[in-house]
């Protein structure tokens, strides 16, 4: 059925309901940084002035104070253009949260959910049947598919920081995925002998995976990161209908979810004065993510996945607006970022790997100073594929980190 579903898809006409690369496995990938992450291109992971615990290296962890709670909005539209014309798409997410709590002696918990892809696709296709049976028929039949599904991480983290030089991190995380696809074949009533069919096909799977990070300061004004995440031997069932007839028996479903590692580095240059008492600093970032999905064998795949590797980088410069009465200090960013990715998949339509090139700008400031942060992020995404453009998209990401620090009461009123 898989192998006769992409002959089918290559040579079909095809009318969109949603983005082609979704109906490739594992799905899309989610932006599941937050804002101030993804105005730097992905490249923040070793700033060690970064308040947020939604990047995915535990030992950011270490950073925070009291109970805090970050989260990330976006919005999106796509366009592409195809057979029919071009197709365009609005959407919101909500792919990413984190709870974290500040323990005795510089520890840290932390609790949240991270959307990691995402399926979600309706496609009508046009096919021809070559030995087509006696009578008027002309061999054009019409197939249509509905998929949905995705992958989800729930970690459990936890953090230390050692003289405000070095920070550690270990994760545990519970990964859970599910599929659900539909396939419906329509025949022309002068397609003799040959009957309109409908197959349902769903899987469920889950399992355990954990990473280790950290973050130093070798040097004055230097920061690094190194995060590992090991693999994940997932297991779960599937189940197919065909027609009506009664569901089959479930069946074990085995994958391994692929190992990744990140490495980053960052540079704060030295604070220059200019316009009186406004002062500005720079500071510069840059991340390597590789996955070995080659070594991967997820439920359902439906094609051979190489492994990805993604490059961010990302600057920031700082307005230091002085303190005027009782104001304290103000700080305004302005965070320009640029991420290159060779992705795991192929374009279904072009046939060819996908490539990924993302541009991004945002800023941020404090609601009230040791209460939280907002940051607000552009992103204009583009995805490649034989160097021809396939599919662009824009957006905007909204994330809020909110804290509130626990103190001890001195008086019983």
Not at 66 to 95: C, H, M, N
Not at 325 to 330: A, K
């Amino acid at each position: 059925m898989t192998r006769f579903f992409l002959l089918l898809l290559a040579v079909a006409s095809l009318a969109l309901a949603e983005s082609p690369i979704e109906l490739q496995l594992p799905g899309e990938m989610l932006l599941n940084g937050d804002a101030h992450d993804l105005a730097l291109g992905g490249s923040a992971e070793a700033r060690w002035d970064l308040a947020s615990g939604l990047p995915s290296n535990p030992a950011l962890l270490a950073s925070l104070d009291g109970v805090t709670y970050a989260s990330v909005l976006q919005f999106r539209i796509a366009s592409r253009d195809t057979i029919g014309g071009t197709w365009k798409e609005g959407r919101q997410d909500f792919p990413a949260f984190q709870f974290t709590l500040a323990l005795p002696k510089d520890w840290r918990l932390g609790i949240g959910y991270r959307s990691l892809f995402r399926t979600r696709a309706s496609y009508s296709l046009s096919g021809v049947v070559e030995d087509v049976p006696e009578g008027d028929w002309d061999g054009s039949y019409q197939t249509h598919l509905s998929q949905s599904g995705g992958q989800g991480s729930f970690p459990i983290s936890l953090a230390w920081a050692w003289k405000n030089h070095l920070r550690l991190g270990a994760d545990l995380s519970l990964l859970r995925g599910n599929l659900l696809q539909e396939w419906e074949y329509d025949f022309p009533a002068e397609a003799s002998g040959i009957y309109d069919r409908k197959i349902r096909r769903s899987a469920e799977w889950s399992g355990t995976q954990w990473g280790a990070g950290l973050q130093a300061r070798p040097a004055e004004g230097f920061s690094l990161s190194l995060h590992y995440r090991g693999e994940s031997n997932l297991q779960g069932e599937q189940s197919e209908e065909v027609s009506g007839e009664e569901e089959d028996t479930p069946t074990g479903l085995e994958g391994v979810f692929p190992a990744s590692w990140s490495a980053g580095l960052a540079w704060k240059l030295p604070g220059t004065q200019c316009l009186g008492s406004l002062r500005t600093n720079l500071v510069l970032s840059a991340n390597w993510l590789q996955q070995s999905w080659s070594q991967s064998s997820l439920p359902l795949t439906t094609g051979k996945l190489r492994d990805l590797s993604r490059l961010g980088l990302g600057l920031e410069w700082n307005f230091l607006l002085p303190r005027v009465g009782l104001r304290e200090e103000r700080n305004i960013p302005l965070r320009l970022g640029f991420r290159h990715a060779n992705l795991p998949t192929l374009d279904p339509l072009e046939g060819s790997y996908l490539e990924e090139i993302l541009w991004s700008l945002g800023t941020g400031f404090k609601v009230q100073d040791g209460k939280g942060d907002c940051d607000l992020a552009f992103f204009l995404q583009e995805y490649q594929a034989s160097g021809k453009r396939v599919e662009f998209r824009w957006g905007m990401a909204l994330s809020l980190r909110s804290t509130e620090k626990w103190k001890r009461r001195t008086h019983h009123f």
